[in-house]
Protein backbone atom coordinates (compact mmCIF):
# COMPACT_ATOMS: atom_id res chain seq x y z
CA UNK A 1 0.00 0.00 0.00
CA UNK A 2 1.63 3.11 -0.88
CA UNK A 3 0.45 6.79 -0.04
CA UNK A 4 0.58 9.96 -2.47
CA UNK A 5 1.26 12.00 0.70
CA UNK A 6 4.12 9.85 1.88
CA UNK A 7 5.86 9.77 -1.22
CA UNK A 8 7.02 12.15 -3.70
CA UNK A 9 6.67 11.00 -7.91
CA UNK A 10 9.87 12.23 -9.66
CA UNK A 11 10.84 11.94 -13.12
CA UNK A 12 14.27 11.19 -14.79
CA UNK A 13 16.10 10.46 -17.49
CA UNK A 14 16.79 6.72 -17.86
CA UNK A 15 20.14 5.01 -16.91
CA UNK A 16 21.56 1.74 -17.60
CA UNK A 17 21.71 0.96 -14.36
CA UNK A 18 17.66 0.85 -14.36
CA UNK A 19 17.79 -1.66 -16.90
CA UNK A 20 17.04 -4.39 -14.34
CA UNK A 21 14.25 -2.32 -12.39
CA UNK A 22 13.12 -1.10 -15.91
CA UNK A 23 12.88 -4.71 -17.17
CA UNK A 24 10.64 -5.76 -14.04
CA UNK A 25 8.08 -3.79 -15.04
CA UNK A 26 8.53 -4.40 -18.73
CA UNK A 27 7.56 -8.51 -17.68
CA UNK A 28 5.24 -7.63 -15.64
CA UNK A 29 3.05 -5.36 -18.02
CA UNK A 30 3.52 -7.12 -21.72
CA UNK A 31 3.56 -10.96 -23.06
CA UNK A 32 5.90 -9.88 -24.98
CA UNK A 33 8.89 -7.52 -23.10
CA UNK A 34 11.97 -5.93 -24.59
CA UNK A 35 14.83 -8.11 -24.13
CA UNK A 36 18.08 -6.34 -22.35
CA UNK A 37 20.19 -5.64 -25.47
CA UNK A 38 16.95 -3.65 -26.80
CA UNK A 39 17.30 -1.33 -23.45
CA UNK A 40 20.85 -1.21 -24.47
CA UNK A 41 20.65 -0.07 -27.74
CA UNK A 42 18.27 2.59 -27.08
CA UNK A 43 20.46 4.08 -24.60
CA UNK A 44 23.96 3.79 -25.88
CA UNK A 45 23.24 4.20 -30.05
CA UNK A 46 19.76 5.72 -30.65
CA UNK A 47 19.99 8.92 -30.61
CA UNK A 48 16.04 9.40 -31.71
CA UNK A 49 15.55 7.82 -28.59
CA UNK A 50 13.75 9.48 -25.14
CA UNK A 51 13.44 7.30 -22.01
CA UNK A 52 12.46 8.54 -18.73
CA UNK A 53 11.86 6.90 -15.73
CA UNK A 54 8.82 7.36 -13.04
CA UNK A 55 10.65 7.31 -9.59
CA UNK A 56 9.12 7.42 -6.02
CA UNK A 57 11.20 9.01 -3.19
CA UNK A 58 9.75 7.98 0.37
CA UNK A 59 10.93 10.52 3.52
CA UNK A 60 14.01 7.94 4.27
CA UNK A 61 15.65 8.37 0.91
CA UNK A 62 14.39 4.85 -0.31
CA UNK A 63 13.67 4.98 -4.69
CA UNK A 64 12.34 2.83 -6.15
CA UNK A 65 11.19 3.10 -9.83
CA UNK A 66 7.50 2.42 -10.95
CA UNK A 67 6.78 3.47 -14.45
CA UNK A 68 8.99 3.91 -17.76
CA UNK A 69 8.81 4.97 -21.03
CA UNK A 70 10.38 5.18 -24.47
CA UNK A 71 9.81 7.45 -27.58
CA UNK A 72 11.02 7.72 -30.45
CA UNK A 73 11.53 11.69 -31.78
CA UNK A 74 12.16 11.78 -35.77
CA UNK A 75 11.94 15.46 -36.43
CA UNK A 76 8.55 16.67 -35.71
CA UNK A 77 6.84 13.24 -34.92
CA UNK A 78 7.19 11.40 -31.70
CA UNK A 79 6.18 7.82 -31.30
CA UNK A 80 5.76 6.19 -28.05
CA UNK A 81 7.43 3.08 -28.33
CA UNK A 82 6.29 1.97 -24.41
CA UNK A 83 4.70 2.96 -21.50
CA UNK A 84 4.08 0.81 -18.30
CA UNK A 85 3.86 1.35 -14.74
CA UNK A 86 4.37 -1.44 -11.97
CA UNK A 87 1.31 -3.31 -11.52
CA UNK A 88 1.41 -2.69 -7.74
CA UNK A 89 1.29 1.36 -8.63
CA UNK A 90 -1.53 1.43 -11.11
CA UNK A 91 -4.36 3.66 -11.07
CA UNK A 92 -2.44 6.29 -8.95
CA UNK A 93 -1.97 9.13 -11.65
CA UNK A 94 1.35 7.99 -12.02
CA UNK A 95 0.45 6.91 -15.86
CA UNK A 96 -0.81 9.92 -16.70
CA UNK A 97 2.08 11.98 -15.26
CA UNK A 98 4.34 9.53 -16.58
CA UNK A 99 2.59 10.18 -20.38
CA UNK A 100 2.32 13.77 -19.86
CA UNK A 101 6.10 14.25 -18.34
CA UNK A 102 7.45 12.61 -22.21
CA UNK A 103 5.00 14.43 -24.54
CA UNK A 104 6.40 17.73 -22.53
CA UNK A 105 9.91 16.76 -23.29
CA UNK A 106 9.54 15.57 -27.06
CA UNK A 107 7.04 18.88 -27.51
CA UNK A 108 9.92 21.15 -26.50
CA UNK A 109 12.48 19.21 -28.94
CA UNK A 110 9.84 20.41 -31.86
CA UNK A 111 7.24 17.18 -31.65
CA UNK A 112 4.39 18.43 -33.58
CA UNK A 113 2.25 15.06 -33.80
CA UNK A 114 2.61 11.89 -31.61
CA UNK A 115 1.57 8.83 -32.61
CA UNK A 116 1.16 4.83 -31.15
CA UNK A 117 0.36 1.22 -30.95
CA UNK A 118 -1.65 -0.21 -28.54
CA UNK A 119 -3.72 -3.87 -28.22
CA UNK A 120 -7.64 -3.37 -29.25
CA UNK A 121 -8.26 -5.65 -26.10
CA UNK A 122 -5.61 -2.31 -23.93
CA UNK A 123 -9.01 -0.50 -22.69
CA UNK A 124 -6.95 1.16 -19.77
CA UNK A 125 -4.21 2.64 -21.67
CA UNK A 126 -6.28 3.61 -24.70
CA UNK A 127 -8.44 5.82 -22.29
CA UNK A 128 -5.40 6.94 -20.76
CA UNK A 129 -3.98 8.25 -24.60
CA UNK A 130 -7.94 9.46 -24.97
CA UNK A 131 -7.42 11.72 -21.91
CA UNK A 132 -4.61 13.14 -23.75
CA UNK A 133 -6.54 13.88 -26.70
CA UNK A 134 -5.11 11.04 -29.08
CA UNK A 135 -7.54 9.95 -31.44
CA UNK A 136 -7.82 6.27 -32.99
CA UNK A 137 -6.77 6.76 -36.67
CA UNK A 138 -6.28 3.31 -38.03
CA UNK A 139 -6.18 -0.55 -37.44
CA UNK A 140 -3.70 -2.86 -37.70
CA UNK A 141 -4.69 -6.08 -38.16
CA UNK A 142 -3.07 -9.19 -36.48
CA UNK A 143 -0.59 -6.78 -35.62
CA UNK A 144 1.03 -8.79 -32.46
CA UNK A 145 2.42 -11.99 -32.85
CA UNK A 146 1.82 -13.22 -29.39
CA UNK A 147 -1.90 -13.77 -30.31
CA UNK A 148 -2.62 -12.38 -33.58
CA UNK A 149 -4.34 -9.37 -31.92
CA UNK A 150 -5.05 -6.41 -33.38
CA UNK A 151 -3.18 -2.98 -33.18
CA UNK A 152 -5.29 0.40 -32.85
CA UNK A 153 -3.06 3.37 -34.02
CA UNK A 154 -3.96 6.40 -32.31
CA UNK A 155 -2.37 10.04 -32.77
CA UNK A 156 -2.41 13.24 -31.36
CA UNK A 157 -2.15 16.21 -33.49
CA UNK A 158 -0.86 20.47 -33.08
CA UNK A 159 1.11 19.34 -30.21
CA UNK A 160 2.77 23.07 -28.98
CA UNK A 161 2.21 25.71 -26.32
CA UNK A 162 -1.52 25.75 -25.92
CA UNK A 163 -1.70 21.54 -25.74
CA UNK A 164 0.56 21.70 -23.07
CA UNK A 165 -1.25 24.01 -20.69
CA UNK A 166 -4.51 22.15 -22.17
CA UNK A 167 -2.78 18.74 -21.23
CA UNK A 168 -1.56 20.73 -17.43
CA UNK A 169 -4.92 21.01 -17.07
CA UNK A 170 -6.20 17.64 -17.57
CA UNK A 171 -3.35 16.68 -14.98
CA UNK A 172 -4.87 18.81 -12.12
CA UNK A 173 -8.24 17.72 -13.35
CA UNK A 174 -7.61 14.47 -11.28
CA UNK A 175 -6.89 16.36 -8.48
CA UNK A 176 -3.37 13.91 -8.28
CA UNK A 177 -2.07 14.93 -4.66
CA UNK A 178 1.28 13.36 -5.83
CA UNK A 179 3.78 15.80 -4.99
CA UNK A 180 5.56 15.76 -8.02
CA UNK A 181 9.19 17.30 -9.31
C1 LIG B 1 -1.72 1.94 -19.16
C2 LIG B 1 -0.98 2.20 -17.85
C3 LIG B 1 0.42 2.73 -18.18
C4 LIG B 1 -1.74 3.27 -17.05
O1 LIG B 1 -0.97 3.60 -15.90
P1 LIG B 1 -1.67 4.04 -14.53
O2 LIG B 1 -0.61 4.62 -13.66
O3 LIG B 1 -2.47 2.94 -13.97
O4 LIG B 1 -2.66 5.18 -15.07
P2 LIG B 1 -3.29 6.38 -14.23
O5 LIG B 1 -3.59 5.97 -12.85
O6 LIG B 1 -2.43 7.58 -14.41
O7 LIG B 1 -4.66 6.61 -15.00
C5 LIG B 1 -4.74 7.54 -16.06
C6 LIG B 1 -5.94 7.22 -16.92
O8 LIG B 1 -5.71 5.97 -17.57
C7 LIG B 1 -6.96 5.28 -17.70
N1 LIG B 1 -6.89 4.03 -16.94
C8 LIG B 1 -5.86 3.60 -16.18
N2 LIG B 1 -6.14 2.37 -15.70
C9 LIG B 1 -7.35 2.05 -16.16
C10 LIG B 1 -8.17 0.90 -16.04
N3 LIG B 1 -7.77 -0.17 -15.33
N4 LIG B 1 -9.36 0.89 -16.67
C11 LIG B 1 -9.77 1.93 -17.41
N5 LIG B 1 -9.04 3.07 -17.57
C12 LIG B 1 -7.85 3.11 -16.95
C13 LIG B 1 -8.01 6.24 -17.17
O9 LIG B 1 -8.42 7.08 -18.23
C14 LIG B 1 -7.22 7.04 -16.18
O10 LIG B 1 -7.80 8.28 -15.93
P3 LIG B 1 -8.86 8.44 -14.70
O11 LIG B 1 -8.17 7.90 -13.50
O12 LIG B 1 -9.09 9.89 -14.64
O13 LIG B 1 -10.04 7.63 -15.10
C15 LIG B 1 -0.90 0.92 -16.97
O14 LIG B 1 -2.19 0.35 -16.87
C16 LIG B 1 0.05 -0.13 -17.50
O15 LIG B 1 1.25 -0.10 -17.24
N6 LIG B 1 -0.48 -1.10 -18.25
C17 LIG B 1 0.35 -2.19 -18.80
C18 LIG B 1 1.26 -1.70 -19.88
C19 LIG B 1 0.47 -1.09 -21.03
O16 LIG B 1 -0.58 -1.57 -21.41
N7 LIG B 1 1.04 0.00 -21.59
C20 LIG B 1 0.45 0.66 -22.75
C21 LIG B 1 0.92 0.00 -23.99
S1 LIG B 1 0.24 0.75 -25.45
Known amino acids: MISSDTFTL???????????????????????????RAYHY???SNSK???W???????????LIV???????????AHIA????????????????????SLESVIRRGAEQATLEVRASNHAAQSLYKRFGFEVVGRRPRYYKDNAEDAILMTVNN????YL??????????????RYS
Open 10 to 36: HFRPMQLEDIEAVQAIDRASFSTPWPT
Open 67 to 77: GMTVIWLIIDE
Open 42 to 44: ELN
Open 49 to 51: SIL
Open 159 to 162: LDQD
Open 53 to 63: VAEIDSPSGEK
Open 165 to 178: VWMESRLNERGSSW
Open 82 to 101: TIAVHPDYRQLGIGAHLLAK
